[in-house]
């Protein structure tokens, strides 16, 4: 009955498609109607168009501009939220009457971009230094992808259909409001490539476009990329220049002006395989962690050897046990220890290959194990398991003795607060002995978790990282990571937590040290940024409910403006990859004497160049395309149509490449084929009507080879898009193709997922070795499995946004305050009270208790924790506790204690003089840095740490949005408190030139690269300079009554030197997805200790804890 209804009602994309017909309809009569105007008088519209919008928004942009000039001029705290709230009010008025000009302009806007493009028809563009003829028009269903685009909507559209001319129609509507439009891409060569085709179409009509990977990162050339009408450029630079935006530390060096609208070209690669991994700044930690990899390398490297040798051993017992009857069981134990030891053991999958009823036996076996909880006596057998799904490694008790003989507790952790607490209850220890003990005990804590975190690391380079497979090693001895979708190569990419230190070592490479965030966003929090959202992909509907969840974004399929006539056959399923290797070997060799071009899909660098060494022995001519080979990858793609061209890629081929046909590939006998399909010829390509004639005397042979491109796949990949991707290749604009896979029960996604069922489908048919199965049936069992693998991973990238968005909250807010602060002015002042107000407050509160008798509030101590803490001396207030002073409740206590803080603090910004404004930006910023930078280090640590609550039955992402939220708080008053300090402290003094120190940062998707930027940093004692005019002296007590410290350790941003004024630069740092834009400089590492490293004194505890504590 559903297939019923879907034929005689098509599916919802069909049914919203015929609902924008009218909308076309309209498109094409305003355009039928420009075609009487000049040129010139059509670039007129463009300005015309403008013009509405203003006369349509200006009315609340002059009210939001005199709101705002009241909020500046006003101190009291209520008011200013008044008026704020008001502010917020008027901008969303705003912003929905821009829109909806937008949608009344957007008839004639689509029609003025249809008709520039015809007016450009037959001209040549210059495009990456070539000249290519412009012979662009959209098509209606171009016209239908274009509205989708604009109203924030997930456009599929297939390969070849234009994705790239599509998006100028909503960039060029959306550019006209004046406040940006972006088209993210995934690689800056596509970036450059569509910005200098589609440009000339832009400036043809009057609008300016910016490229922002063409330029070094906060430059005025970057700047001006985006103050163009419409931007392009890369996903990772989009990202990072917001994080940049939000480390400088002069108004003028941020780069971006607003999150408007945004278009994401291949959105499902950038919003969901790229959103895996968040995007980090990050810059070194001043110990050295780097050594103890290299330490421990030898002692894993070894581990793993045994465990090689052990599985051999394991794998001869369950063989000779096999052969005796009444053995069974013992035979399951010994292989499931090797499948969990080492699951890619060669022995072992070619047993389960040739037998599957070995394999049925392990399972059950395991099975039940599971179910009597005693699947962890297996793994005594080995010395560590693995879990690939999970992709993580534990040792077990034979491991553990194996790492440290005679050692059992080397790798138990002592629970920490039960054996402080028993130190603190046992009466027979004096003060200083339970001090040395609990130091004692945190010293080990501390020396066993490094031990443990750095071997669980090494362990994982070598069972679950394999070269030419997650990585390879550059030519200047560097370990790079692979892209596992796009299988390209991501130079400057590191992962996090000391992985890459631990690969690194494993491969005998240098390694390098490991490093602290500074600053941090995913992917995802980035782009919900924008006040509205689109994408364009060819493969978008598999993940639409991710899209809708996570970005509020519908999808919708755009049908193609030809018939797909590309033939997509079952799978061909094999016992073992010898078997599939032969295999797609003979039907290439097949392929290519018939003259067909063919391309080849691999998910990794080893298969491909397997295949290559097959082919090269059959002598087959081919090209390999993959991460070593990327160079050549514009020259491959481009031969790649040609008759008889042999093409082996791995996934980087799948985007932005565009395989066109060469002379002679789509064959007259394509003609028969799509009539035995049932495809009406006008809807096909023209062909040699010359060529028609033998399809009478050869009828049959159309259905075996349609001609065109023909696309082999491997293996399939863990996600359906990766595979669509590449049968995407072929059949593009009604061009005739076949696309086929082949796989093997060896493959990772059919060990993992689906080889017990497919096997007990070859064991029922009676396939023998070497035989192929090839079903429907099977083909969906894959999809099944393929659908599991995409659920885990779409709850894995779910649960690091329920994580982020956490701390997403929390950085608005500080992104907020800086903002504040680095566009100063009356209101800057406003907001500061407010602060100081807030901070003064809480001191009070820690004096008047409203439990306690008034008479017994210690009204002396909070004058001197004034003086002491804020330097703000409260006269209203008794100096000594016996002086008589009688308070009734707080109010009457506030009422003494602020008008003194307010009347100071009035003064002290007379006392700046014409400073005032960047003093007070300057304190905000430092403030903020410092206290940012250490927070997000001890988010870092909880987040690391918080997984182990769920042994205690608690949800690990609830206890970590409590004390995550518990942490802020504390943040919020430690900022307040130490900029009320700061502020009352501060004098303005004449001018001394400061050194600035290098600092080296480093910016990271997955984890951090390394990258150079001077930063200021001051010693506590030294005066802190504005380089553009103010000296300021910190005054007062003693130097440890100063909370505000500078920058101590080399691995943060300068909060002591001048902010914004000469703190950390971002813009020159290198990017962890591209080159270097400026030289690395040496670390200069403080001879003072980091605030998080160990204090020097030998307690154990964090310098900022102890000796560097503050106040």
Request: glycine share 8%; aromatic share 6%.
């Amino acid at each position: 009955m559903k297939k019923f209804l879907k034929k005689l009602m098509g599916d919802k994309h069909e049914r919203e498609v015929k609902k924008l017909g009218p909308l076309v309809d309209e498109i094409n009569e305003n355009f039928r109607e420009l075609e009487g105007l000049t040129d010139e008088e059509l670039r007129a519209k463009t300005d015309e168009f403008r013009a509405y919008i203003a006369e349509q928004t200006q009315p609340f942009e002059d009210e939001i501009v005199e709101v705002r000039k009241v909020r500046a001029d006003t101190v009291e705290i209520p008011a200013r939220e008044r008026l704020t709230a008001q502010i917020q009010k008027l901008q969303e008025e705003r912003d929905e009457a821009l829109h909806q000009a937008l949608d009344d302009l957007l008839p004639e806007a689509f029609a003025v971009v249809k008709d520039g493009c015809r007016r450009l028809f037959g001209r040549e563009v210059p495009v990456t230094g070539q000249m290519i003829k412009w012979e662009m028009i959209p098509y209606d269903v171009q016209l239908v992808g274009g509205i989708a685009l604009h109203r924030g909507t997930a456009a599929e559209m297939q390969t070849g259909e234009g994705k790239t001319l599509t998006a100028t129609l909503p960039l060029y509507l959306n550019a006209l409001a004046g406040r940006g439009a972006h088209l993210v891409t995934v690689n800056t060569y596509l970036a450059q490539r569509d910005a200098e085709w589609m440009g000339a179409l832009y400036k043809f009509l009057g609008l300016s476009i910016g490229v922002i990977d063409l330029h070094d990162p906060g430059t005025e050339a970057r700047r001006e990329a985006y103050a163009a009408d419409i931007t392009y450029g890369t996903n990772n630079e989009f990202g990072f220049d917001y994080l940049r935006d939000n480390m400088v530390h002069q108004l003028d060096r941020r780069v971006q002006r607003g999150h408007f609208y945004a278009i994401i070209d291949e959105v499902d690669s950038i919003l969901v395989d790229e959103a895996r991994t968040p995007l980090i700044i990050s810059g070194p930690v001043s110990r050295d962690t780097h050594t103890v990899y290299k330490q421990y390398n030898p002692l894993v490297s070894a581990l793993y050897k045994k465990q090689l040798t052990l599985a051999s051993e394991l794998m001869g017992k369950a063989e000779q046990a096999l052969k005796e009857e009444g053995r069974e069981w013992e035979a399951a134990e010994a292989m499931l220890a090797v499948r969990r030891g080492t699951p890619r053991n060669r022995r072992l999958l070619k047993l389960f290959a040739d037998d599957p009823k070995v394999q049925s036996l392990v399972q059950k076996f395991e099975a039940d194990l599971m179910r009597e909880k005693r699947l962890h006596e297996v793994d005594e057998n080995v010395l560590f398991a693995m879990d690939e799904k999970g992709h993580n490694v534990h040792l077990s008790d034979r491991g553990i003795e194996e790492l440290s003989p005679g050692e059992p507790d080397a790798f138990v952790i002592p629970d920490l607060s039960e054996m402080i607490g028993q130190i603190q209850e046992d009466e027979g220890l004096t003060a200083e002995e339970k001090k040395e003990q609990i130091d004692a005990l945190e010293q080990e804590f501390a020396r066993k978790s490094e031990r443990m975190h750095v071997i669980h690391q090494l362990l994982k380079a070598y069972a679950l990282f394999q070269r030419d497979e997650q990585y390879i090693i550059s030519d200047d001895g560097q370990v790079v990571i692979v892209d596992e979708f796009t299988g390209r190569q991501m130079s400057g990419r590191r992962w996090s937590d000391g992985l890459h230190q631990a690969v690194e070592a494993k491969e005998g490479v240098e390694v390098k040290g490991e490093t602290q965030t500074l600053a941090t966003v995913t992917i995802q929090n980035y782009f919900r940024l924008f006040d509205k959202l689109s994408g364009m992909t060819g493969t978008a509907e598999t993940e639409e409910n991710e899209f809708h969840q996570i970005y509020n974004l519908d999808v919708l399929v755009i049908p193609t403006n030809r018939p797909v006539v590309r033939d997509d056959r079952n799978d061909l399923i094999f016992r073992t990859k010898r078997e599939k290797y032969n295999a797609i070997l003979d039907e290439i060799e097949r392929m290519n004497k018939l003259e067909l071009p063919v391309l080849v899909g691999t998910t990794n660098v080893d298969v491909s160049e397997t295949l290559a060494r097959m082919l090269k022995r059959r002598g087959i001519r081919h090209n390999v395309l993959n991460a070593k080979q990327h160079a050549r990858e514009a020259d491959i793609i481009a031969a790649a149509g040609q008759p008889g061209a042999v093409t082996i890629a791995t996934n980087m081929a799948g985007r932005g490449t565009d395989i066109k046909l060469g002379a002679g590939v789509t064959d007259a006998r394509t003609v028969g084929w799509a009539k035995a399909k049932g495809l009406d010829l006008e809807d096909l390509p023209p062909l040699d009507p010359g060529r028609w004639a033998d399809l009478a005397t050869r009828p049959d042979d159309h259905l075996i080879d349609p001609g065109g491109l023909q696309i082999l796949g491997s293996e399939r990949h863990e996600s359906r898009r990766i595979d669509r991707q590449l049968r995407g290749r072929a059949g593009r604009q009604g061009d005739p193709g076949s696309s086929q896979f082949f796989l093997s029960l060896e493959d990772d996604l059919m060990r993992l997922f689906g080889s017990e069922r497919i096997a007990n489908a070859m064991e029922k048919w009676g396939a023998e070795e070497g035989e192929v199965i090839t079903h429907g049936l099977v083909t969906k069992s894959i999809e099944r499995a393929q659908r599991r693998v995409e659920g885990n991973n779409f709850e894995a990238r779910k649960r690091l946004l329920d994580y982020d968005d956490v701390m997403n909250q929390q950085r608005e807010v500080i992104y907020d305050l800086r903002l504040f602060a680095l566009d100063g002015g009356e209101d800057l002042r406003g907001e500061l009270w407010e602060m100081v107000d807030t901070a003064v407050r809480e001191v009070v509160d820690e004096f008047v208790d409203p439990e306690v008798r008034a008479e017994s509030w210690d009204m002396a101590g909070l004058r001197r924790r004034l003086l002491m803490d804020f330097f703000i001396l409260a006269d209203a207030l008794p100096e000594k506790e016996e002086d008589a002073f009688d308070f009734v409740d707080r109010d009457e206590v506030m009422e003494a204690v602020i008008p003194a803080a307010r009347k100071q603090f009035e003064r002290k910004l007379e006392d700046f003089g014409e400073y005032s404004e960047r003093i007070q930006s300057w304190i905000l910023l430092s403030v903020i840095d410092d206290k940012w930078k250490d927070h997000l280090y001890d988010l870092d640590s909880l987040k690391a740490s918080i997984s182990f609550r769920g042994w205690g039955q608690k949800d690990p992402l609830i206890e970590y949005k409590k004390e995550a939220y518990d942490m802020f708080v504390d943040l919020m008053t430690d900022i307040r408190k130490t900029l009320t300090s700061l502020f009352y402290r501060a004098q303005v003094g004449a001018p001394q030139p400061q050194p600035r120190q290098p600092q080296r940062l480093a910016y990271s998707g997955p984890a951090e690269t390394d990258a150079a930027s001077g930063v200021a940093a001051a010693a506590s004692q030294r005066p802190r300079q504005d380089p553009r005019g103010a000296r300021l002296d910190p005054v007062g007590v003693a130097a440890s009554a100063r909370t505000a410290r500078p920058e101590e350790d080399s691995g943060g941003i300068a909060s002591g030197a001048a902010a914004g004024m000469g703190g950390p630069d971002p813009a020159s740092l290198q990017t962890n997805r591209g080159g270097s834009s400026s030289p690395q400089e040496p670390v200069t590492v403080p001879d003072e200790p980091g605030r998080n490293d160990p204090c020097p004194c030998g307690s154990g505890k964090k310098y900022k804890k102890c000796h560097g504590r503050a106040g």
